[in-house]
């Protein structure tokens, strides 16, 4: 049996019932793409299913205002991520649904990888989206590289013919390799319970001990802080627009203390706005004088 006929047959038994894996409606996915880039699994699923509520469709989100996009997307972060999926949809309302991962990728605001994602979960293309979960399972499995890096995609996404079959659910290959990143070859991985063990160019390796497992995550974020803050900028915007979601309008100058409980009059007010302007050129704010709510 080839590696990926393993892999399909552990996945029957194992793989994760998750929503949007029971639809091949391109705009269904696309919401859980976008969903999960920077959202758990879990937490991806309450809002998908209310999300899906109140935008069933396309057009229903192509349709919808800054300020309702914004209030549905409460709770999720990245809130640049709302807009992006209505303007997205607006597109697709104008132009059609893509038939193609290049199609996809001419869409603004859709990258290589979710291109790649919509052509094989929505469309059954023979396509691997290669994320941090592919290239890691993939990077062991066929380069032999227990922790492979983003330059490493080129090289594993060469290997894609070969490795997808063309017959039966071959389109099923890239979820179930999520599902085995998530479960089995996570950072230190469970080697004696992988279905891919005898095909796996580095199990040997982690089998007898040899590799040194990093005690970090080998990602390095360089978020934005600002002077002695405990959090990313990132968290503090997220503030401003649940501040200003809530209580509908606010003043800039009162916004500081809700937002950073040491807030400081003399060292943060600028920060503070800073952080409001930028907000309001990703349209997620709006200021009119000095009274700031979410746009129309
Ligand atoms: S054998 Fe080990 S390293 Fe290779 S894919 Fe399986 S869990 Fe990952």
């Known amino acids: 049996m080839t590696p990926a006929g393993k892999l399909l047959r552990w996945y029957r038994t194992h793989g994760r019932k998750l929503p949007w894996r029971e639809t091949r409606d391109p ?14 699994v879990e937490r991806v699923k309450v809002f998908y299913r209310s999300w899906l509520k109140q935008f069933p469709s396309w057009k229903t989100l192509a349709e919808a205002s800054n300020a309702e996009v914004i209030h549905a ?6 809130n640049r991520r709302a807009l992006m999926l209505r303007d997205i949809a607006r597109d697709v309302c104008l132009h059609g649904v893509p038939t193609s991962e290049d199609a996809w990728r001419r869409i603004k605001g859709i990258g290589p990888y979710t291109s790649s994602a919509m052509s094989a979960f929505a469309q059954k293309k023979r396509t691997l989206p290669i994320d941090t979960n592919i290239r890691r399972v993939l990077g062991r499995v066929l380069l032999g590289k227990p922790f492979p890096e983003l330059s490493d995609d080129e090289m594993i996404g060469s290997h894609a013919d070969s490795f997808i079959p063309r017959r039966g659910a071959y389109y099923d290959v890239p979820q179930a390799i ?39 995550s080998i990602a390095v974020t360089h978020e934005r802080k600002h002077r002695n803050k405990p ?27 809700l937002v950073d409980p040491n807030f400081n009059k003399i060292l943060d007010q600028i920060w503070v706005e800073a952080m409001v302007g930028r907000l309001i050129t990703h ?8 009274i700031l709510t979410l746009p129309e």
Not at 27 to 40: D, G, N
Not at 73 to 78: H, K, P, Q, S, V
Not at 209 to 215: A, N, Q, S, T
Not at 231 to 253: A, F, N, S, W
Request: charged share 30%; glycine share 8%.
């Open 283 to 290: 349209a997620l704010l709006s200021r009119r004088k000095n």
């Open 178 to 216: 999520f599902d085995l990143a998530t479960s089995v070859c996570i950072k230190n991985p469970d080697c004696k319970s992988c279905p891919l063990r005898n095909d796996c160019k580095s199990a040997k390796q982690f089998l007898e001990g040899r590799v040194k497992i990093p005690k970090r």
């Open 73 to 78: 997307w409460a709770g999720l972060g990245y």
């Open 231 to 257: 959090y990313p900028d990132r968290i503090y915007r997220g503030r401003i627009l649940k501040v200003v979601r809530e209580q509908g309008q606010i003043g800039i100058r009162e916004l500081g203390p």
């Open 27 to 40: 705009y269904r996915i696309l919401v859980s793409e976008v969903m999960l880039q920077q959202t758990q």
